[in-house]
C-alpha cells in the first residue's frame, strides 16, 4: 500500500544528483520516479543515471534508491541499516539473488533520511494489490510458467536456510532485547510488543492466536538459520518464469526454518482463500510444497502448524499498524473495524477454529 507523495520531485532530483555526483563523477540524473507501490516500511525511489566512463565514454544505469521511512513506520523497531548489511553480505558471499548492492548513506542530509543505493533488477513481480491470484500478469502467464516461479523462488528459501550465519558473521540479526536465544522467544516477545504498539484498539483474534502460540510453543532442535523474513513469491523479481532477484530483507531475523515456509505458504493462502479466490492452476500445493522443502531441507519439517499459526498471528500485527496507518492518513474513519477485522484476521480465525 502506497503512502502519500512524501517529497518535492526536483528537491530530490537535485539533491540525488550532487549525492551521487560524489560516486560517479560527472553523474546526471535523467529520469527519477517513485513507483505507485511504494510503501511504508521503505521509500524507493528509480532513476536513471549518466555517467562518463573511462576514456570519456557515456555509461547509463537505472539505479533504485531505498530511504528509511520518515513520515510513518509500520515496524516498531528501525532496522534498516541491518537490511543494508544483510543484502550486501548475500550480493557479496553468497548465491542468494539479490540486487547489487552499491552504497549505503547514513547521514540524513540528502533525502531526509538514511537510503542505500543499488542496481535495478530488471522483470516482474507478483502483485498484492490486486492480490496475484485474482488479477494481474501472473493471471495472464501459462500454468508451467506459474509451476517455475513458486519452485524457483522455494529453491531461494532453501538456499537462505542452507547459508551459516556464524560464517557470514550474522550475529547483528539477533534480538537479545526480546529473548535470551534468537528464536520463537525473542519472536513471540517482539511480536507482543509490536500488537500494544501498532493499534490502541480490539484485538480478540491476534490476542487469542497469540494465547494460543505461548500455550502450545514446540521445541526448537538445531542451531538457528538465517530467516528471510517476508518469503514470498511477491518479493521475487521474475523474468520468463526465471528468478531474477529476491528483495524486502528487512524483517529478516534467526531463527528455525519452518518459519519462513509458513509464512510463505500463508501468504499465498491469504491471496487466494483468504479473498475468496481460488489459486491459480500451475502453482504446486501445500502437500506437494511441503514435500520437496523437506527434500531441500534435508529433513523432516518439524510444527509446521504452529509455525502457520505463526504466520497468521503476525500478519494480523502488520495489518492493524496498516489499519492504524490508514486512520491516521484519513483514508478511513478513527471507528473503522479494519485494523482488527480484515482479510487476514478472518482467515485466522478459521484456522483457530481447526480449518486445516
Known amino acids: 500500500m502506497p503512502v502519500p507523495d512524501q517529497r518535492d520531485p526536483e528537491v530530490t532530483l537535485r539533491s540525488l544528483a550532487g549525492w551521487l555526483g560524489e560516486r560517479l563523477p560527472g553523474a546526471r540524473i535523467l529520469t527519477l520516479d517513485t513507483p505507485s507501490t511504494s510503501g511504508f516500511s521503505n521509500e524507493t525511489l528509480i532513476f536513471e543515471a549518466a555517467w562518463d566512463g573511462p576514456g570519456g565514454r557515456e555509461r547509463h544505469r537505472t539505479f533504485v534508491a531505498r530511504v528509511a521511512p520518515v513520515r510513518y513506520r509500520i515496524f516498531p523497531d528501525a532496522r534498516f541499516e541491518e537490511q543494508y548489511r544483510l543484502m550486501r553480505i548475500l550480493d557479496e558471499r ?7 548492492i552499491l552504497w549505503y548513506e547514513p547521514s540524513p542530509e540528502p533525502l531526509g533520511a538514511p537510503f542505500f543505493v543499488m542496481g535495478h533488477a530488471e522483470g516482474r513481480v507478483p502483485t498484492d494489490m490486486p492480490p496475484y491470484h485474482t488479477d494481474g500478469w501472473v493471471t495472464r502467464v501459462p500454468p508451467e510458467e506459474r509451476a517455475a516461479m513458486w519452485w524457483s523462488a522455494l529453491e531461494i528459501l532453501a538456499r537462505v536456510h542452507r547459508l551459516d550465519p556464524v560464517a557470514l558473521d550474522l550475529g547483528f540479526l539477533d534480538q537479545p532485547e526480546w529473548g535470551a536465544a534468537p528464536g520463537l522467544g525473542q519472536r513471540l516477545a517482539y511480536y507482543r510488543h509490536y500488537l500494544r504498539w501498532a493499534y ?19 521445541d526448537e532442535p538445531g542451531p538457528p538459520a538465517l530467516l528471510w523474513g517476508d518469503a514470498r513469491i511477491g518479493n521475487v523479481v521474475f523474468r520468463d ?7 524486502d530483507w528487512e524483517t529478516a531475523v534467526l531463527g528455525a526454518p519452518e518459519e519462513d515456509l509458513a509464512w510463505f505458504l500463508y501468504l499465498d493462502r491469504h491471496h487466494s482463500e483468504g479473498v475468496g479466490a481460488p489459486r491459480l492452476p500451475g502453482f504446486p500445493s501445500h502437500a506437494e510444497t511441503t514435500g520437496r522443502y523437506e527434500e531441500l531441507l534435508g529433513r523432516p519439517l518439524r510444527h509446521l502448524e504452529y509455525y502457520e499459526v505463526l504466520s497468521g498471528f503476525k500478519f494480523a500485527v502488520i495489518m492493524a499498524r496498516i489499519g492504524q496507518a490508514m486512520i491516521d492518513f484519513g483514508w478511513i474513519e478513527p471507528d473503522a473495524d479494519f485494523p482488527y477485522a480484515n482479510t487476514c484476521t478472518r482467515l485466522l480465525d478459521r484456522i483457530l477454529g481447526g480449518d486445516p
Open 94 to 100: 553468497t548465491d542468494v539473488p539479490v540486487p547489487p
Open 200 to 218: 490502541d484498539g480490539p484485538q480478540e483474534t491476534a490476542l487469542r492466536a497469540l494465547a494460543w502460540l505461548e500455550a502450545n510453543r514446540p
Open 241 to 247: 518464469g526465471a528468478p531474477v532477484a529476491a528483495l
